[in-house]
């Protein structure tokens, strides 16, 4: 029976063969994960395939399974032909049914965050063509308590809406049901994803496992630009988890491979730590922030202003102008065009998107708009949303250059949705986008997104395909894109935050966390969002009002300081003291921007139960070597906080809140809506 032991960093990894109950003489090959100093009997692991795959024509290896999962057909039923440790760090495993279906899996160890890297190649040397129903990009399993079983286990995951992304929510497995029977029978599977376009609409790709008993958590981070799936699967003994593709029966995705083709996944990240949540995901950001190529521009995370929230929409050379006067003086480096610089004056800027004609009554020169945001020592930013078109352009009713689903036209209210994989649609963004950015100046682009093809498209072997291909394209733009512009700054949007999947957001420089504006939710969506994506990416709004008070511009800028800083509202250097208020908050982000990109979340409390209707506080600290951020939000609540100093004391605060110090506790008075920003530091 095969068995390997490896030891990465703090981490054992387990292959062990193991027999498939019920089916006499077949064996599959699993991987587990604990910490190195967890005492684990390898034959009392109970492992099912760390290969999940289906082909058309499978069996079910277990009963009860069809309609629910797709797991353990007769597929995964392979042999390990060999292993090779590769000097470069990956460790492949050579796979076989011994009838030609064959499969590499591969796992690359990080040892500066801990975490794993793993894909999954399939490829074809049966002489004929395979049609593949279901291919996870990972599958460990082996999870359980230290009895063995899953009692006291939970799983946390991560909901997501517009203006609400990535809530977590955790369940223990008791509350899913995900039980033994008694007399071990049946299956049990929590299967969640996502269907279409917008991969973080329902729910974000992230699963964590806690033993909170033993400290262990297992964690992970599919790539997931299209239809994903992620599954707890328990079967007697075995508990797994497994994710990636949606597979025929979740997302309509089948694919034939031909003879001598091939199939591979996209990533997964992996991880296995102590420290329970936020150990996990501390470590899979870093590894996200390790693999960040951006440009240069981008090495001090510069603050923004977008002029959207002034504007709404209707931006012109005269609003522009009036706004640079304002905003350069804060030390602002991107100054952003938002949307509505393309429509024509009786139609509004939402509808009018695909034909990407600039106004000349809105903007005369815009070449000379660039120079100016130039000459104020700032990088010009532009809007698009150029893989849709909307029912006030000409490109909608261009069918040959439109996606079908079935041979009708794919219409979501008033979007339809360009064929990417088709020359003449890229030729022809080509010359709307990177054509209009060049000869224009433009250094930074803002990418909107905001509706999704669903289930899929027309395409080969199936509508999930049609879609995965639809998005592989887009993803390739976005390198085309970079490669046409050196040193473009790409912002990915997607109604807010529905885009900010792992694999995306590896090629891009910032995403808009949230469409929550001005919503009082602000600081909480941020919270959740630096969860899982780094905090030099996660753009975040501070919309100033002229008649807000000080302490509204001051909540604002607390929130914003959880990720980057994007200002947007109305800026008036003529209001002396909000002005202040305002540079104030930026020379204190600058102070902390370390802290804010490199460092460990140790907190997140919120006590906030309505985002809509919000009565708590939210208390976020953060940790780097000798420095702390804590940021405090009271909502609807005027409560006192009280935090312990551990050996910190408070070097400077950006607050109105009343607050004082002892040797121990840090007390910070609350008052509705009112917020604080508090840099602590302890002596080496």
Known sequence: MFFKQYIYGDTAVYYVETPIEGHEGKTTVGIAFYPKDVKVEPKKLCLDSLVQV???????LIDYTLGVTMRNHSSTALKVVRQ??????????????????????????????????????????????????????????????????????????????????????????????????????????????????????????????????????????????????????????????????ADYETGHWRKTIPAGGFFTTHCARITVKRGGLNAVCNALIHEQERRLAVPASENDMPVLYNEYCATWGSPTEEKITKQLAAVAPLGVKYFVIDCGW???????????????NINPEYFPDMRRTVDAIKEK?????????????????????????????????????????????????????????????????????????????????????????????????SLAWLKRLSQAVPGLVIENCSSG???????????????????????????????????????????????????????????SLCAAMLGRICLSGEINPRQKEKYAVIKEGLDFYSDVKDIVRNGDIRRIDCNVENYRAPVGRQIYVKDYFNRRLVVVHFLDCNEEVELPLEGYSVQRAYTDLAFSEDEAVLKIQGEAFHAGAFLLERAV
């Open 497 to 555: 935050g529905s885009r900010i999947e792992p694999l995306r957001m590896g090629l891009v420089s910032m995403c808009s966390f949230s469409d929550a504006h001005e919503c009082p939710e602000i600081p909480l969506v941020a919270a959740n969002v630096s969860r899982v994506v780094p905090a030099r990416q996660s753009q975040i709004w501070a919309v100033i009002r002229k008649k807000e008070p000080d302490s509204r511009t001051i909540y």
């Open 377 to 473: 020592g700032m990088k010009a930013g532009i809007w698009f949303e150029f893989e849709v078109a909307g029912r006030d352009s000409e490109l909608f009713t261009i069918e040959e250059a439109l996606l079908k689903r079935d041979g009708a036209l794919i219409t979501s209210k008033n979007r339809r949705f360009l064929d990417l994989r088709k020359e003449s649609v890229r030729r022809y963004l080509d010359r709307k986008v990177t054509d209009m950015l060049t000869q224009n100046g433009f250094e930074y682009i803002k990418i909107d997104y905001n509706d999704n093809i669903g289930i899929g498209c027309d395409g080969d072997d199936s509508l999930g395909e049609g879609g995965r291909q639809v998005t592989e394209e």
């Open 342 to 356: 393309y429509k024509p004056l009786d139609k509004g800027w939402c509808n009018a998107i695909g034909d990407w």
């Open 54 to 60: 289906a082909f058309t024509g499978d069996e079910a």
């Open 84 to 245: 090779v440790d590769f000097a470069s760090g990956n460790l492949n495993t050579y796979l076989t049914d011994g009838e030609g279906n064959d499969f590499i899996h591969t796992l690359t160890y990080d040892k500066r965050t801990g975490v794993f890297t793993t894909y999954i190649k399939y490829e074809n040397r049966t002489k004929k063509p395979r049609t593949l129903e279901h291919l996870s990009s990972f599958s460990m399993s082996g999870i359980a308590g230290e009895d063995g079983t899953t009692r006291g286990l939970k799983l946390h995951r991560m909901t997501s809406a517009w203006s609400r992304e990535c809530r977590l929510r955790t369940d223990p497995f008791s509350h899913l049901g995900m039980e033994m029977s008694w007399a071990r029978y049946g299956v049990k599977v929590e299967k969640w994803g996502q269907n279409g376009s917008m991969p973080n609409r329902g729910w974000f790709p992230f699963a964590a496992i806690e033993d909170e008993g033993r400290d262990i958590t297992w964690a992970v981070m599919p790539e997931a630009p299209y239809s994903w799936q992620m599954e707890v699967y328990e079967e007697k003994e075995t508990c797994a988890l497994s994710g990636g593709l």
